[in-house]
């Protein structure tokens, strides 16, 4: 069975109705990136941090998998599929993957300010200041911030290596290190960027290009991707 790596960015929830993190004018929801996703954020203004990511888990609960993630679920029936994600929402989940990894954290759950292995599921969608883990310590949100280091681009890499066909869906390829992925794929004899503004470095050249929304851009390829395979 062919392995399929898929590796998603804000694109594909865009289209469930969640907002890139970051727009045309550099802002997040009406704040600066600095003022709500680092490390310093939280030492200056945790009761805004925690508002911000209560926000955003109150927004999630709202919207659902739209028919790109769904499809992703689907192609499990005919190929092995691992999808790798910058996103920090369950949509993938939500919309029938099995093995997902999440890069940058996961919104549907926080974690130990002392403890970083202490990690759990929020019900709902309000974090309090005042929460605090098994420790005593404040709990924060399951994000990892500008500035934190990337604990799951390890094996990020170690699993796109092992890709046969190796898929990019909805990213700008801005951020890093998630966008030196590509540069993993060395097993791949096929590989692939869907992305209305699909723009590839300058040192990679070995994709094709599908300049689509990730509904239908994904729903085309992955009809091309069993005609051939199964």
Request: aromatic share 8%; proline share 3%; charged share 25%.
């Amino acid at each position: 069975m062919k392995k399929v790596v898929v590796f998603t960015g804000a694109g594909i929830s865009a289209e469930s109705g969640i907002k890139t993190f970051r727009g045309g004018d550099g802002l997040w929801e009406n704040h600066r990136i600095e003022d709500v996703a680092t490390p310093h954020a939280w030492i200056a203004d945790r009761k805004l941090v925690l508002e911000f990511y209560n926000q955003r888990r109150k927004q999630l609960l709202e919207v659902e998998p739209n028919d790109a993630h769904k499809a992703i679920a689907a192609l499990e029936k005919y190929f092995n599929v691992q999808v790798i994600t910058q996103n920090v929402d369950d949509l993938h989940e939500r919309g029938g993957s099995s093995n997902v990894l999440h890069l940058h954290g996961e919104l549907r759950k926080v974690r130990s300010t002392v403890d970083p292995s202490l990690v759990y599921s929020i019900d709902g969608w309000e974090l309090k200041e005042g929460d605090t883990c098994e420790k005593g310590s404040q709990l924060r949100p399951h994000i990892v911030w500008f500035g934190e280091a990337v604990p799951a681009m390890e094996q990020a890499m170690m699993i796109t290596q092992t890709a046969d066909i190796f898929i990019v869906i909805g990213t700008s390829l801005a951020v890093y290190p998630a966008a030196s992925l590509l540069h993993y794929a060395i097993k791949a004899n096929e590989k692939y960027l869907i992305d209305p503004a699909a723009e590839l470095p300058y040192d990679v050249t070995d994709f094709r290009v599908i300049k689509s929304t990730a509904v239908a851009g994904v729903n085309d390829l992955f009809k091309k991707l069993i005609d051939d395979y199964v």
